[in-house]
């Protein structure tokens, strides 16, 4: 288990009852029981018109897979007060196909007052990924800090059986994202993909195009390049698109993305894929399980990649927030379609240690955060959003109580939150003491975002 949260580990065997069990961050158990599982729940996507049939389904959801939420809201509520997060990890025996394919994204914790409305796919301080059944974990190589995340970008466009899409603004957004975000983004083709990856060996395998159901498994719709053939689909099985990748560069993550206009078959056929590359050897998938629009489906992956290299997130976390991003206050359910299939504890791309002692690469933060650049705007973002400095009283209070206390007339501490931050930032990183002021804001504001908290733990070179 993670050493940096509590983990909410559900087990379904069969159709007889679901098994919970409560781990600590140092991997005790906290709490195992057993509920009864309401087998072949209903679950029509068709009757989704609103945030009030969405949430019902949700809690029938939750209904039929935990029956009893104290327990659940009892484990959110003891990570939030540890300042942890909580990853839910649902794992359900493939035997039960019904029960696998349904979309859990959608649960919510129904008789939460007075907390507002927690959906276990976006609530922050959390986050909720499936697992194989009883599987052997695998083990993610990690990035070096300071190295680029790898991406290879695959754009499949058969001009046959499954018609031609425009993909260009896509790929144009990500292009310009990739410049802005230390990502080195490698274009590649049916023809060309195997040497791509053994020459880059990537950490991400990005796939953009069409899926089919084919006897009841997924397939990839890969183009043919060349001969009399060409512009047809070259349809690929999951174990066969896994050939392709060279035993020394396999990806860590496989991101499955349908192009506009995709059917919902398609989507099937992706999360029917996500499993099977699993059991193939990829630690992390990624994939729609419905049809979304090619918007709301971009912004879900340009989100994605910006917390998983600007704030380094794990990629559950990352998936959490990027689905957070798409939420829309739930009026829709685009913002569960995108589900994150795990068999790793632990979804940390970047190494954050130097040695074997743990010990974190510092950052030379009056070099790290020029005027203007992004990780600047995401400390005045972490600074702003602090709940320690909701007013000028409260900024007051704190620079009087802390190692800064010998600066504090120094500091102009009106305003608002964001111009606050704004100013405070410069004034830091003039007298050196920007890394002090972080480290005790991480240390006693328990409510802070834990996104922002990685952040802002990764320029500190502290875990």
């Known amino acids: 288990m993670s050493k940096d949260c509590w983990t909410y580990h559900i087990t379904v065997h069969n159709t007889e009852s679901v098994e919970v069990k409560v781990f600590r961050p140092d991997g005790a158990e906290d709490y195992s029981g057993a509920v ?15 945030s009030s049939a969405i949430r019902q389904a949700g809690e029938r959801l939750f209904k039929a897979l935990l029956k009893d ?4 809201l009892k484990a959110y509520q003891t990570a939030g007060d ?4 909580l990853r839910v990890v649902l794992e359900i025996n493939e035997a039960l196909s019904e029960e696998f394919a349904k979309p859990w994204e959608f649960i919510c914790v129904p008789n939460c007052p007075p907390n507002p409305v927690i959906w276990l796919a976006t609530a922050s301080g959390l986050s909720f990924s499936r697992r194989l059944y009883n599987p052997d974990l695998s083990q993610l190589k990690k990035i070096k800090l300071g190295e680029p995340l790898k991406v290879v970008l695959m754009v499949s466009r058969p001009t046959s059986e499954v018609g031609w899409f425009n993909s260009e603004q896509v790929e144009s957004d990500l292009q310009a994202f990739a410049k802005q975000k230390q990502i080195d983004l490698i274009r590649a083709s049916s023809k060309n993909l195997r040497d791509t990856l053994r020459d880059h060996k990537p950490q991400v395998f990005h796939f953009m195009g069409h899926g089919r159901l084919q006897d ?19 349809w690929k099985t999951a174990e066969e698109v896994v050939g392709l990748f060279p035993n020394d560069a396999l990806p860590q993550v496989v991101i499955l993305q349908a192009c506009e206009g995709a059917k919902q078959s398609e989507s099937d056929a992706f999360a029917s894929l996500a499993s099977k590359l699993l059991l193939q050897g990829i630690p992390i998938v990624v994939a729609m399980q419905y049809e979304i ?16 290299v600007v704030r380094r997130n794990p990629v559950d976390a990352a998936v959490q927030e990027a689905r957070n991003a798409i939420a829309q206050g739930h009026q829709k359910p685009d913002f569960a379609t995108p589900v994150v299939y795990m068999n790793v504890a632990d979804s940390q791309l970047f190494s954050e240690t130097m040695t074997g002692n743990s010990v974190a690469e510092p950052i030379d933060l009056n070099h790290a955060l020029p005027p203007g650049s992004p990780d600047r705007l995401n400390v005045i973002a972490a ?46 990183l003039g007298i050196g003491k920007l ?19 990685v952040f802002l733990k990764s320029l500190l070179g502290t875990k």
């Open 293 to 308: 629009p090619a918007g709301i489906a971009n912004q879900f992956v340009c989100r994605l990649y910006e917390e998983i």
């Open 383 to 428: 600074i702003a959003s602090s709940s320690k400095f909701r007013d000028v009283g409260t900024r007051r209070a704190f620079f009087s109580n802390s190692a800064l206390a010998e600066y504090a007339d120094s500091f102009d501490l009106s305003g608002s939150s964001e111009e606050f931050a704004e100013r405070i930032l410069p004034a830091l």
């Open 36 to 50: 009864p599982f309401q087998y072949g729940t209903e679950f029509n996507l068709a009757s989704l018109t609103d």
């Open 216 to 234: 009841g498994a997924g397939q990839l719709a890969f183009m043919i390049e060349s001969g009399p053939n060409f512009g047809r689909p070259d």
């Open 69 to 72: 939420e104290k327990t659940f």
């Open 435 to 453: 890394d002090v002021f972080l480290s005790w804001l991480l240390s006693t504001d328990k409510f802070l975002p834990q996104s922002k908290q």
């Open 82 to 85: 540890a300042g942890k997060p």
